[in-house]
């Protein structure tokens, strides 16, 4: 027993040191990152140490003739609509797919459908989505752009809130059904608030994976204020020249948010996914 209680002992702190290795490692970027960002140009390449606080990285990126401010809202309005739209979907599919009793071939033919998805590398579906965009008058838009996110983004959110649902007993719904709600009220007013820290989670993590998203905004626009955020960070690096203080100011405006998301909402993710996990 003593033994075993020295070998538990040295475990922990082997974890503790892992652990915070891994912090290290994650916050020092960031604290970085930030220090360049609020450092005048001048600085930054110079020799040795001095910190010289200025805003003129941030007001060289975001002045009126710059695109970047553009690209930061249209990044916005890329997650909120994104988001929303693949939530309202993915909540009325798992729905259907966990209690109006599908045949279990129907489910499983689903959700191999969505996890097959899931795992083609997008670069190979480029070809067909340029003509397709093309085709529908969507191409270069944002309207486009949100198209993608969502049909990409939409097949997890199916698979996780589904799981959520399989965890909610079926006797709420022949309750419901007996004392008279339909099925959209039974959905509305009793299993959706039930399943609302699921469908929290995969608002967090979709709105993550498209704020994040580079390749469909790289391929489907022509750049400038059409283009997000993730786009115009990578017109910062030019063949002869690295603006390293205007790209820290754009990486602190767009990082900083979704970072301190992740961070809030950590619970509700790793609930999420491990709930789902479980179930399955």
Known sequence: ???????????SWLVRILLGAAVVWTVVPILWLLLIAFQRPRAIVSPGWTFDFSLANFEEVFGPREVY???VLNSVILVVVSTSVTLVIAAFAAYSLSQLHWSRRTVALVLAGAGLLQVIPPMTLVPGLFATLQTINL???????????IVFNLPFAVILIK?????????LRESAAIDGA????????IMLPLAAPGVASVAVFTAIQVWNEFLFGLVFTAGGREAPITVGIATLIQPQEIKFG????????TAIPIILLAVIANRQIVAGLTRGAVKG
């Open 1 to 11: 027993m003593p033994d075993q209680t020295v070998h538990n002992r040295h475990g």
């Open 69 to 71: 401010g553009a690209q």
């Open 139 to 149: 191409n270069g838009t944002l309207t486009g752009l949100i198209l993608l996110n």
């Open 163 to 171: 799981f959520y649902f399989d965890t909610l007993p079926g006797e």
């Open 182 to 189: 339909s099925e959209f009220m039974t959905f509305r007013k």
């Open 246 to 253: 205007p790209m820290a100011a754009v990486g602190a405006v």
